[in-house]
């Protein structure tokens, strides 16, 4: 990489100048004829060797996302976030509630009930969905998510998460980053700051665009206070992926040209800018970009996948929504399959308002449902046969759940106060249960979690204990943790 390049030169009056120790490559390059230099040559072009040569005087390897040796044990070395943005009905998919059948529309029997966030506290409402139990372990799921069920036996489903918000955009910040604010950084933000990226030529965190970007933004995936480098990169589904991939250069040496043009520009801005930081993260930015432009086509030809395949992700579905979906959780495997640290998956725009369903619960929790559940079975299934799924934490999550109470007559509000998510792959234990609502599945009331708990457990389980991984800002060491969270070992294989 041109950024890694070093020149070794004598110095012009070496009699003159006081000795100092030789540095690795000038040792290599000097001892035995330099013959040792053939081999250092061939590892500094990768990028987990290379980025131990020469670091800057603050300590930081030149490479932002050079793989990093994850401090602890790891179960799982990448992460797959399925965000089922707008909070899935937890009543309707994994947590049975019988008793919600028992007393259909009359008045809940729970004291003090608090206010939803429209103030709209209705009659209890049932499931229009029958549960039952699934594969070996007899886990009950609805009959929305079939496909998911066939897999229950991969799943290990925490029914006793909660949030600290009941509104989108904060609940939406504070499931990613752990604040309910934005210009904190993103879960995928402190996992690649963290471990770094197995993937030379692409992005270390992925957003795979599945239609609809959530309430607050692209600070939803924003870096915060880390450095530009952790961003995530919003690949879109289409077959272009990334916008300008193509080179505009008519051949690749003019190309190459460009772009070390350009990285001298950026070393000769350090006398005004002084923030090597920044330069060196420039530099890194722009070569990536040069790589993507050979990686990013290759990523998005799903040619070379096999017919079967693509039917089993729903590539050849009647309904549009699921093609799209199983586009990007076919792309997500590839990505899995390249290194690629972090990948996140919004959802696509099926029902028009995600899984937000204050009206319509039946028709438009089916219509997501329709669009997510081959795919994301499809994932699970891929990735199992493959033999990835065993290093990779694939978690499915709402920012929170829904009422037990009807809104309006055929809508669920939001419920901050317990709801489901589940974890495959990466080390957890399948086909289990952590924790439980009430009888109408509105409070947790046993082994509750909150979302601390939740980011805790997902570091753990990468070889990261959360209270370690740390960023100085603004006087203090930050963490995704914040001074919060418990790592829940029982959820582990």
């Given at each position: 990489m041109a950024r890694l390049a070093h020149r070794f030169e004598l110095p012009s009056t070496p009699l003159?100048?006081?000795?100092?120790?030789?540095?690795r490559r000038e040792m290599l390059l000097q001892c035995a004829n330099g013959f040792g230099a053939l081999a250092a040559t061939a590892l500094w072009h990768e990028r987990a060797f290379g980025a131990l040569v020469g670091a800057p005087r603050d300590g930081a390897t030149l490479d932002p996302l050079a793989p990093r040796a994850a401090p602890l044990p790891a179960r799982a070395k990448q992460v797959i976030f399925l965000y089922m943005d707008g909070g899935p009905s937890q009543v309707d998919t994994f947590d049975w509630k019988p008793r919600l059948a028992q007393e259909h529309g009359r008045p809940i029997q729970l004291a003090n009930v608090p206010k939803t966030q429209f103030a709209n506290v209705g009659t209890v409402l049932q499931s229009p969905w029958e549960f039952k139990p699934r594969g070996q372990s007899g886990l009950m799921v609805s009959e929305l998510l079939p496909c998911i069920a066939r897999h229950a036996d991969k799943l290990c489903v925490v029914r006793s998460l909660t949030s600290n918000f009941s509104e989108h955009p904060g609940a939406n910040y504070f499931l990613h980053s752990g604040h309910g604010q934005t210009g904190r950084p993103s879960m995928g933000s402190w996992v690649t700051y963290g471990l770094g990226s197995e993937c030379r030529d692409l992005p270390g965190f992925v957003v795979l665009n599945g239609g609809l970007v959530p309430p607050g933004g692209l600070e939803t995936f924003g870096n915060g206070f880390l450095p530009a480098s952790y961003q995530a990169s919003l690949f879109k589904p289409e077959s272009g992926l990334v916008a300008d991939a193509a080179p505009r250069e008519p051949t690749a040496a003019a190309?190459?040209?460009k772009l070390e043009l350009l990285a001298e520009l950026d070393r000769a801005a350090l006398g005004r800018v002084?923030?090597?930081g920044a330069v060196e993260a420039a530099i890194a930015n722009q070569e990536l970009a040069f790589r993507m432009q050979t990686s990013v086509p290759e990523l998005a030809d799903l040619s070379g996948e096999s017919d079967a395949t693509k039917t089993l992700y729903g590539l050849d579905s009647p309904n549009e929504h699921t093609r799209r979906?199983?586009?990007v959780c076919l792309l997500a495997r590839r990505l899995v399959e390249r290194?690629?640290?972090?990948i996140e998956l919004t959802v696509p725009p099926a029902a028009g308002d995600r899984w937000d369903q204050h009206a319509d619960l039946k028709n438009a929790h089916a219509a997501n449902a329709l669009a997510t559940d081959q795919p994301?079975?499809?994932?699970?299934?891929?990735?199992a046969q493959r033999g990835l799924l065993d290093s990779t934490l694939v978690v499915w999550a709402g920012e929170f759940g829904r009422t037990p109470m009807a809104q309006g007559s055929d809508g669920r509000d939001h419920n901050p106060y317990g709801f489901t998510v589940w974890l495959a792959g990466g080390g957890v234990k399948g086909g289990t249960t952590y924790g439980a609502t009430d009888d109408y599945g509105y409070f947790a009331v046993e082994d509750r979690l909150e979302m601390h708990d939740l980011h805790a457990t997902m570091l753990w389980l990468l070889g990261i204990d959360h209270t370690q991984l740390t960023f100085r800002h603004s006087g203090r060491d930050m963490r995704l943790t914040d001074v919060h969270g418990e790592v829940v070992h029982e959820l582990f294989a």
């Open positions: 003159l100048r006081p000795a100092r120790p030789r540095t190309q190459r040209a002084g923030d090597r979906y199983g586009r290194g690629v640290r972090f994301i079975a499809a994932l699970l299934e891929d990735l």
